[in-house]
């Protein structure tokens, strides 16, 4: 369990960024750096950057501020929130990333609460504690905040005046500080108003996609999420959050403007059941199946399927394989690799199918990949089982064997993605694994189908049990072929 110093009683050495997207409220913003300027963590590690989002008239920097802080504007070719934070990371060096919302009142201990976590933890996205109070300018001066937060007495500004917990606080609690959140329950806590995470996670995932004007720092959790952060919440990181947000006074407008922008970056399953018919820009699942040396049955068994609706719908298939050249003259039916090309030609116009001369990284945006071997004849709901036990379990890898040796695996990214951090040197992630996430087993009669043994099913070079079953097909009767087959299986 991680333990962190107790606050004035250790001795910090990284150095941190903090980044304030800003768009008009110049009033607010002079109390936000009045009580930055009042912080305990040293002044020599701290820098602050107001990144200026197009505000009219342009925001300019009060008497009280931090001893190192800038105004700058976005770099060009984007506009909001998220494209502001990044630019801000980018003309930053502090070892920490901190987004601090210009309407965040910060407490005396605020970015020393975040900093100290990242000294134990370099995997670490700190949540920081705000509660929402109406805001009346002018009611506070920048000279009153500097003098009241650097006594400690922040708690004291808004006495009296009615304060509003967030959603996120419920879900702390209920979750024991998130340790024992789902996987999808931390990273949505983590949202907009103080967070920090490591400048080499930030810059690992990607920073803030900025195409996503709202909704945007629930993606961003996710990106952590799925790159193994652990979500850390601090109640001692407190701050007075300036007024109600976009998001609290007009809920469902903000609601139904970013859902789609979030169903197509995030596979959680509450996000896409209400449109799941069509195909979204991520899979839920990546399945990844070695076709060297199958035959068209092979795939058609393993991968079909899969392909034919099965839950969840958004799958991504890629077939690992010595594809041949389609353009080089060839033999026909005596051509060798006249297996690989029926498998081509079957599944070259489904757009979920890709193929790929060797096996691809996992892609961090999807939080499954299945591994399979190609003759595994895959139930419809195997994928539905899989997930379903990884969820429930909360695991980092679900693994069905066979009695001849094949394996099943289906991986969690992010548990995976925390290992190869953790031990970038291990080749065998599974042991780590098990001690971070866990594993479970499922029989593979649970997610195949009762014919999953592997057989010669090639059209062009027939062996006996093919041969055989053919026969059988064109002589003896249904019941009899259904009867001996429940003999044998």
Partial sequence: MLCPPAL?????????????PAHNHQDKLDLVLAALAAQTYPDHLTEVVIVDDASQPPLTLPPITPTHTRLITP?????????AVNTGAAHTTGDVILRLDADMLT????????????????????????????????????QHIHHTVSEGRAETLFAGVPQEAQWIERVIDATDRLRNADQSEAYRVFVGASGSVSRRMFEAVGGMDAAMILGGDTHFGYRLAQAGAVFIPDDQSSSWHLGRSQIQSRRDAAKRYRKPFQANRMPALHYREAADRHLWTVPAVDVVVDAAGAVLDDVLGAV??????????????????????????????????????????????????????????????????????????MRPDALRVLTTAADGHQ???????????????????????????????????????????????????????????????????????????????????RPVRHAIRRLIT
Wanted: glycine fraction near 6%.
């Fill in 8 to 20: 004035g009683e250790w001795t910090p050495t990284l150095t941190v960024s903090v980044v304030i």
């Fill in 75 to 83: 770099d060009p070719g984007g506009w909001g929130s998220a494209h």
């Fill in 395 to 477: 695991v980092g890898l679900v693994e069905v064997s066979f009695l001849d040796g094949r394996t099943v695996r289906l991986e969690r990214h992010a548990a995976f993605a925390r290992a190869r951090h953790l031990a970038p040197d291990d080749t065998d992630l599974d042991p780590l694994v098990r001690r971070t996430h866990g594993i479970h087993r499922l029989p593979h009669g649970k997610i195949t189908r009762p014919d999953a043994a592997p057989a010669d099913r090639s059209l062009f070079n027939p062996g006996k049990a093919a041969l055989s079953r053919r026969i059988a097909r064109r002589v003896l009767p």
């Fill in 107 to 142: 407490f005396h201990h605020h970015i020393e609460a975040h900093m100290r976590w990242h000294h134990r933890c370099d995997y670490a996205a700190v949540i920081g504690h705000k509660r929402f109070v109406d805001h009346t300018p002018h009611t506070h001066t920048p």
């Fill in 304 to 377: 079909g399927p899969l392909l034919a609706g099965g839950s969840p719908r958004q799958v991504r298939v890629t077939l690992v394989a010595d594809w041949p050249d389609p353009d080089r003259r060839h033999a026909t039916l005596d051509d060798p690799h006249a297996e690989l090309r029926l498998i081509h030609e079957t599944y070259r116009g489904d757009p979920r199918v890709h193929f790929t001369h060797t096996t691809p990284t996992p892609d961090p945006q999807v939080p499954y990949r299945l591994l399979a071997p190609v003759t595994a004849r």
